[in-house]
């Protein structure tokens, strides 16, 4: 079995139409406060290839506990409102890693 002690979450964002570029750069450029967090195992942005806007924010976590702890913290709090203005619809989905079937570089 997969590493169980990874903690995934999944958000799917819903763009204000005609912002996805600056979103982009707006998430890029705060990326830190996330991949900087010492329980963070890595994170990506994926544009849907079949919903206009529609944008997947994933990122692994070293358990639940600590990504609820940085869920929490006032660091994220301002990392959301940095992005809040481009957001028209948003959802979030945790799960556990069972599998890890990924090549290795």
Do not use: C
Request: aromatic residues 12%.
């Amino acid at each position: 079995m997969g590493d169980q002690t990874v903690f995934r979450v999944m958000l799917r964002m819903q763009i204000v139409p005609g912002k996805e570029e600056e979103f982009e750069k707006v998430w890029y450029s705060i990326g830190d406060v996330v991949h900087g967090h010492p329980a963070n195992r890595g994170q990506w942005l994926l544009r849907s290839t079949e919903e206009e806007s529609v944008y997947y924010i994933m990122s692994d976590w070293a358990d639940e506990p600590r990504f609820r702890e940085f869920e929490r913290s006032e660091q994220h709090l301002r990392h959301r409102k940095k992005l809040h203005p481009y957001r028209l619809h948003g959802s979030m989905a945790s799960m556990r890693v069972v599998y890890d079937m990924a090549k290795s570089a």
